[in-house]
């Protein structure tokens, strides 16, 4: 199916969108960039389990 991974990655860009920025920003991190809560928290300036406790899913 031609566009099928275009039409994929539209529809997760859109998701992405509708996200706050620290939602999308710990998504991001977390998900795609493999990132854990300590270096995080440590890059955003807060503490890892405040990381820890932010829901992620999309």
């Known amino acids: 199916m031609a566009g099928t991974r275009q039409e994929e990655r539209q529809m997760l860009h859109a998701a992405l969108e509708r996200l706050d920025e620290q939602s999308r920003t710990l998504l991001v991190l ?9 270096e995080m928290g440590r890059m955003l300036g807060m503490p890892d389990s405040t990381v820890r406790s932010q829901p992620v899913s999309a």
């Not at 977390?30 to 300590?38: F, M």
């Open 30 to 38: 977390r998900h795609y960039s493999g990132v854990d809560s300590g």
